[in-house]
């Protein structure tokens, strides 16, 4: 049988040099642990414009559309705000989330507990954090139309439509009910049904799905600008959030900070299954391309080592293996390596992004 394939999209900003880490550590497990894949690369963002003009090749896509798992890094930069919206570095990963069809974004926001002093909310609010956001990514106000600017009288108008259907709604809720399942078997669903339609059908389509299938998962409902102050005042409150793309956009970034650093959060994208039973997937960090520090080593790539343990566990069903990595980086924080996004008032000397490699990796040895 031939090895499972990774497409990996490094993309711009630090993109490239965090995900330089992960190869270092694929290719670990492909010496340590026999689990060998066939990596291809490619452009996506910003530096497949500057190839191709477009900031995602067809080809690409292809690939994309025939990998078993794609690795991202992060796209975009300030050389690109000039460009037509339509070839932003963005629109590469949002074609790849809508023609792969990935709906559920799962972003785990986990406080470890060697960093919950960065944290900006008291220890005792975060220290042991571990939450799980599930945005729909697929729908929602980022993809409804009509959309645009047009003119009417002798003003433009900027339009967006917030739009789900129930099938969009059912199969987001119960990857997330399925999630809840296996995890703290709490659930709270996220809109505003008290001025949205769209959240008065959300709510009514979770609550159908609780009540008939998940009768074991304990459901509970809040408004989303609730669900965000709930989220700073007591984060543990909460074991799985489900919410629409716009909502788990905000949130997520929300209960990112809860942990203390950007720099370490994973996120992975997951659309049905192919035929090959592997669902469709994609995993990202889920900070940005950092144009300000990209090429200097400042890096963190714990986000994207992270995520490359979620497509351990969702697409290689290597959930041993991928515990083994977070093993290996929780070890490391905990020995207190840590790059500059880490340090604190007290100061202290940070690793280079290739540094937090080698720390992973020598913790990844140490676990055999
Ligand atoms: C995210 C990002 C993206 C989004 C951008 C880069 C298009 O903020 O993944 O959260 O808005 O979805
Ligand atoms: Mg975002």
Redesign the pocket.
């Known amino acids: 049988m031939s090895n499972p394939s990774l497409l990996i999209l490094a993309g711009d900003g630090i993109g490239p040099e965090v995900m330089a880490e992960v190869r270092r550590i694929i290719d670990w497990f492909g010496d340590k642990r026999g689990m060998a894949f066939d990596v291809t690369e490619d452009l996506v963002g910003g530096c497949a414009y500057d190839a191709h003009g477009t900031p995602l090749h067809d080809d690409t896509m292809a690939k994309a559309q025939a990998a078993d798992a794609v690795l991202l890094g992060a ?2 930069g300030p050389k690109y705000d000039a460009l037509d919206f339509s070839v932003k570095p ?1 629109r590469g ?2 074609r790849l989330r809508k023609e792969m069809d990935l709906f559920a ?1 799962l972003r785990p926001a986990q406080c470890f507990d060697a960093l919950a002093d960065f944290s900006s909310l008291k220890r005792e609010v975060v220290a042991g954090l571990d939450i799980m956001i599930v945005r729909e ?1 697929t729908s929602g106000i ?1 993809f409804g139309e009509p959309r645009g600017i047009v003119t009417e009288g002798n003003e433009r108008v900027g339009i967006n439509t917030q739009r789900y259907t129930e099938s969009e709604i059912d199969r987001v809720a119960r990857a997330a009910f399925e999630l809840a399942r296996k995890r703290g078997g709490k659930l709270c669903s996220m809109e505003k049904a008290n001025v949205m339609e769209s959240g008065v059908l959300w709510r009514e389509v979770v609550t159908k799905i609780g009540a008939a299938d998940y009768p074991d998962v304990e459901l509970s409902h809040m408004y989303a600008d609730a669900g965000a102050m709930q989220l700073c005042r007591w984060p543990k409150q909460f074991d799985v959030i489900v919410t629409d ?1 716009l909502f788990g ?1 905000l949130l ?2 929300a209960a990112a900070m809860l942990t203390g650093s950007l720099g370490m959060l994973p ?1 992975a994208s997951l659309g049905a299954p192919m035929d090959n039973g592997r669902p469709k997937a994609l995993y ?1 960090p ?1 900070h ?1 391309s950092a144009p300000d520090i990209a090429g200097q080593g400042k890096a963190n790539p714990i986000a994207c080592i992270l995520s490359f343990a979620m497509a351990l566990r969702y697409s290689f069903d290597a959930g041993s293996e991928a515990d083994r990595l977070e093993a290996a980086v929780a070890q490391v924080l905990a020995d207190g390596v840590r790059t500059a996004d880490l340090m604190g008032p007290d100061g202290g000397t940070p690793v280079t992004t290739t540094g937090m490699g080698d720390a992973v990796l020598a913790a990844l040895d140490a676990s055999l």
Request: no cysteine; hydrophobic share 30%.
């Open positions: 796209v975009g963005e990963l949002l974004n990514l980022y793309n956009d997520s970034d996120s990202e889920v940005g």
